[in-house]
């Protein structure tokens, strides 16, 4: 499968078991690997209830350092006001929306978020005995019914996490395209060059809108 970026090059931190749980230690541990072995851009792909002063210290030192970190909103229709590291200054929080650009019910929301980016039935690939849905539903759901599972390799997803990945990708490439850029520079470059959804301007339930990479990449600096 390609993405937005097909040739750029992907650190995989795992933090979290089978379970989807993790310290947060863990998360801070990674941040900091991440920073030590040459990352641009740290994409933390969970959203926790609470605050955290190591992954907040893991993050205000990644952004010291010129990093740009992007985080999702929940995915459970919830404030980004409760959520680590959606919440976290400076960070890149981003929302969920569906194919006819409108804001996916289940994404986060609130005074912190900044964009959106397409997050239902987003295609994925998985393991054959080992996928995340399975996990998640703590059954395998492909003993029964469901439009999720496609085939042996493939599945959709919904979630804010599953729309990071898009506004990831999407930075890379402004990054690509003017590497004299800093990672403030290029947030913002996404921000301003959205289409606006729901009320004009910004608002709390689709930020500043759905990133537009063909706007962001012909933006003048």
Not at 11 to 33: C, E, G, P, Q, W
Not at 54 to 68: D, F, N, R, T, Y
Request: glycine share 8%; with cysteine; aromatic share 6%.
């Amino acid at each position: 499968m390609a993405g937005v970026n097909p040739h750029v090059k992907i650190m995989l931190l795992k933090v979290t078991d089978l379970k989807s749980r993790a310290r947060v230690v863990d998360f801070a541990n990674a941040i900091r690997y991440a920073i030590d072995h040459g990352a641009k851009i740290i994409q933390i792909s969970i959203a926790f209830r609470g605050r955290s002063k190591p992954v907040e210290a893991a993050i205000a030192l990644a952004q010291k350092k010129g990093l740009l970190v992007i985080a999702p909103a929940s995915s459970r229709s919830e404030s980004t006001a409760k959520l680590t590291p959606a919440s976290t200054p400076g960070v890149l929080t981003v929302g969920a929306c569906d194919r006819n650009d409108r804001r996916a019910p289940f994404s986060g929301w609130g005074p912190h978020l900044d964009v959106v980016a397409p997050g239902v039935d987003i295609l994925g690939l998985h393991a054959w005995g080992t996928d995340f849905l399975s996990l998640m539903a703590g059954k395998d759901i492909r003993k029964e019914p469901s439009g999720a599972v496609l085939d042996k390799f493939f599945y959709v997803s919904d979630g804010s996490c599953s729309a990071v990945p898009f506004v990831t990708g999407a930075a890379s490439l402004v990054w690509q395209k003017n590497p004299k850029l800093t990672a403030e520079q290029v947030k913002q470059i996404l921000i301003m060059t959205c289409d606006d959804l729901d009320r004009p301007g910004w608002d709390n339930k689709t930020g500043a809108g759905r990133i537009n990479l063909k706007k962001a990449l012909t933006m003048k600096a």
